[in-house]
T-cell receptor, first 116, second 113 residues
Framework: DTGVSQDPRHKITKRGQNVTFRCDPI?????LYWYRQTLGQGPEFLTY????????KSRLLSDRFSAERPKGSFSTLEIQRTEQGDSAMYLC??????????????FGSGTRLTVV | GQQVMQIPQYQHVQEGEDFTTYCNSS?????IQWYKQRPGGHPVFLIQ?????EVKKQKRLTFQFGEAKKNSSLHITATQTTDVGTYFC?????????????FGKGTLLTVNP
């Protein structure tokens, strides 16, 4: 297993278009997270899954954002009607539940979205 | 909601000098984690601290978790150019989940060779 994979690495889209990103977590990890990061800021939580269940979604996330994790494997993050303010790096991470608990995340390389 | 504050925001050092970044949480944390992000890269997990007063070392890096479990520090001895990057601390968000993290804004370390 080579870690967390994200696709695409870069996406340039026109304002108003829809975009979808994919994340493939580490196969043994049952938790998957989406974060957004802008320049000079730390990663900001968007949503997370345990297996296929979406357990929490940030209140900062508008209805234009939706995420899925069918069958508890890969996940997709869709942004509808993109706005310039959506331009950011979208990071996916995964983690496992084990004994002793290790809460650390493994991040993917991210998808950099530019809305023009 | 929970806030995680880091200082300083930036630190520039000469190679060989020491470096410390500090992290403070508005709430008591069950654990705290540190990540490093190289320029143009993604955050990479360094360590997690769980116990009150815990101190862990990784070569030239020393991590501490405060007695009250509300603050933490990362100290690098004799910095090298490979230490360049942004160091983030992160703690579990409010609501009881130990797995959803709130990140600080990070400390950007630059090292002059």
């Amino acid at each position: 297993d080579t870690g967390v994979s994200q696709d695409p690495r870069h996406k340039i889209t026109k304002r108003g278009q829809n975009v979808t990103f994919r994340c493939d977590p580490i196969s043994e990890h049952n938790r998957l997270y989406w974060y957004r990061q802008t320049l000079g800021q730390g990663p900001e939580f968007l949503t997370y899954f345990q297996n296929e269940a979406q357990l929490e979604k940030s209140r900062l996330l508008s209805d234009r954002f939706s995420a899925e994790r069918p069958k508890g494997s890969f996940s997709t993050l869709e942004i509808q009607r993109t706005e310039q303010g959506d331009s950011a790096m979208y990071l996916c991470a995964s983690s496992s539940t084990g004994t002793p608990p290790n809460y650390g995340y493994t991040f993917g390389s991210g998808t950099r979205l530019t809305v023009v | 909601g929970q806030q995680v504050m880091q200082i300083p925001q930036y630190q520039h050092v000469q190679e060989g000098e020491d470096f410390t970044t500090y992290c403070n949480s508005s709430t008591t944390l069950s654990n705290i984690q540190w990540y490093k992000q190289r320029p143009g890269g993604h955050p990479v997990f360094l360590i997690q601290l769980v116990k009150s007063g815990e101190v862990k070392k990784q070569k030239r890096l020393t991590f501490q978790f405060g007695e009250a479990k509300k603050n933490s520090s990362l100290h690098i001895t004799a910095t090298q150019t490979t230490d360049v990057g942004t160091y983030f601390c992160a703690g579990p968000g409010s609501g009881g989940s130990n797995y959803k993290l709130t990140f600080g804004k990070g400390t950007l370390l630059t090292v002059n060779p």
